[in-house]
């Protein structure tokens, strides 16, 4: 049964720090792996998704990477801002089928 | 696009009682997804459907629970009867293909979300 863990649960920083939030996944039979944030009351707004051939996607200020034989990823956010203050969770596709298997998310709050 | 759009946002009902959740994907999705979100479990999927056909439903938590897509445009979750334990915030998703099929990463798009209180 595929497992997914996010370190850590929450972290809270100033303004203007690099941030390296944590994923790992027990089984590497993977199609994809997807960062997501989610603000209070609201949906998942996707932010990267990285495929199992891929190793890393860059998308402004956030790049994530993806070592799938050790089963974990990192999302890199830099030059943190408060308006980066969100739960951000990662989610990897099973093979064969179409589902998403969500982490448990990591609470940020960026200060001024 | 109005994006996916869910209702009520909000619901708050006594158990026992009925409870219908309402969703309208993004026209043109073939993929529709119901979650169900609670801090003792995160983000779980509870059933999904392909062109309106439910294709796995091995998430949804026992009887009590039922899903339907009439039509590409709408799909309900409804709870009867309710309990207290079903109380968390329920999300609808839609996609334009499956992961296996998007080898461009076509990713999932979330509605708001229905938050639900059993009292």
């Known amino acids: 049964k595929q497992e997914v863990t996010q370190i850590p649960a929450a972290l809270s920083v100033p303004e203007g720090e690099n941030l390296v939030l944590n994923c790992s996944f027990t089984?590497?039979?993977?199609?994809?792996l997807q960062w997501f944030r989610q603000d209070p009351g609201k949906g998942l707004t996707s932010l990267l998704l990285i495929q199992s051939s891929q190793r890393e996607q860059t998308s402004g200020r956030l790049n994530a990477s993806l070592d799938k034989s050790s089963g974990r990823s990192t999302l890199y956010i830099a030059a943190s801002q408060p308006g980066d203050s969100a739960t951000y969770l990662c989610?990897?596709?099973?093979?064969?089928?179409?589902?998403?298997?969500f982490g448990t998310g990591t609470r940020l709050q960026v200060f001024p | 696009d109005a994006g996916v759009i869910q209702s009520p946002r909000h619901e708050v009902t006594e158990m026992g009682q009925e409870v219908t959740l309402r969703c309208k994907p993004i026209s043109g999705h073939d993929y529709l997804f119901w979650y169900r979100q609670t801090m003792m479990r995160g983000l779980e999927l509870l059933i999904y459907?392909?062109?309106?056909?439910?294709?796995?439903d091995s998430g949804m938590p026992e009887d009590r629970f039922s899903a339907k897509m009439p039509n590409a445009s709408f799909s309900t979750l409804k709870i009867q009867p309710s309990e207290p334990r079903d109380s968390a915030v329920y999300f609808c998703?839609?996609?334009?293909?499956?992961?296996?099929?998007?080898?461009?990463?076509?990713?999932?798009?979330f509605g708001p979300g229905t938050r639900l209180l059993v009292l």
């Open positions: 459907f392909n062109n309106n056909v439910p294709i796995d």
């Open positions: 998703a839609s996609s334009l293909f499956s992961y296996a099929q998007a080898a461009s990463g076509e990713t999932q798009y």
């Open positions: 989610a990897v596709s099973l093979r064969n089928t179409d589902k998403l298997i």
């Open positions: 089984d590497s039979a993977i199609y994809n």
